[in-house]
């Protein structure tokens, strides 16, 4: 069972665009909501990352949006760049064990 | 710079052959973890160890075994047991801060194993 589902599974946006990627989850005893940035042939690295005791977190360009009630958050890529162009994971996590998306590969076209 | 190194970067495995794939970290990182990454399908726990000499089984560790002897290597050996072992794999740690893991993984380069 997936614990964190994630959507859309491939994502093309224009350069300038917004790039909008969700994730759902169903365990409540969640308590770190972090995004992966994964290029070609390397390994994940953190993005940003939310608790749940906050509705919105900023750097820079990527914003995630947190919703504890409906239990679903979302990265927000404002004036997405040909350099965004990964595959990007949600994950969820409670102590020790991180639960990951199946990944968002996103396409910014010059 | 601390970081995770993961070697070989590739690496070919003939059938009914083991093979072990290295990962080594200088964070000073309780906890590491091993993945496997395919298409589609996201990232899955293969094995995990909180402290040396100490390791648990994630959803897929049919065919894996992994020691951890040191607090720095987290070493794990594909089996002839595991009958689809073409993937990426990905070695991670974290570390363990007074209110829980509130860090993020940090993940290595990977390895890309393929069968011959």
């Known amino acids: 069972q997936q614990q964190v589902k994630q959507s859309p599974q491939s994502l093309i946006v224009q350069k300038g665009g917004i790039s909008i990627i969700n994730c759902a989850y169903e365990?409540?005893?969640?308590?770190?909501f972090p995004w992966y940035q994964q290029f070609p042939g390397k390994g994940p690295a953190l993005l940003i990352a939310i608790r749940p005791d906050v509705s919105e977190k900023k750097e820079g360009r990527f914003t995630i949006s947190f919703n504890k009630s409906a239990k679903q958050f979302s990265l927000h890529i404002m004036d997405s760049q040909p350099g965004d162009s990964a595959t990007y994971f949600c994950a969820a996590s409670t102590g020790n064990q991180f639960y990951f998306g199946t990944g968002t590969s996103l396409t910014v076209i010059p | 710079d601390g970081g995770i190194t993961q070697s070989p970067k590739y690496l070919f495995r003939k059938e009914g052959q083991n093979v072990t794939l290295s990962c080594e970290q200088n964070?000073?990182?309780?906890?590491m973890y091993w993945y496997r990454q395919d298409p589609g399908q996201g990232l899955r726990l293969i094995y995990y160890s909180q402290i040396v000499n100490d390791f648990q089984k994630g959803d897929i560790a049919e065919g894996y075994s992994v020691s951890r002897e040191k607090k720095e290597s987290f070493p794990l050996t594909v089996t002839s047991a595991q009958k689809n072992p073409t993937a990426f794999y990905l070695c991670a740690s974290i570390a363990s801060g007074a209110v829980g893991y509130y860090y993020g993984y940090t993940f290595g380069s990977g390895t890309r194993l393929t069968v011959v």
């Open positions: 365990n409540t005893a969640f308590d770190y």
């Open positions: 964070l000073n990182h309780d906890a």
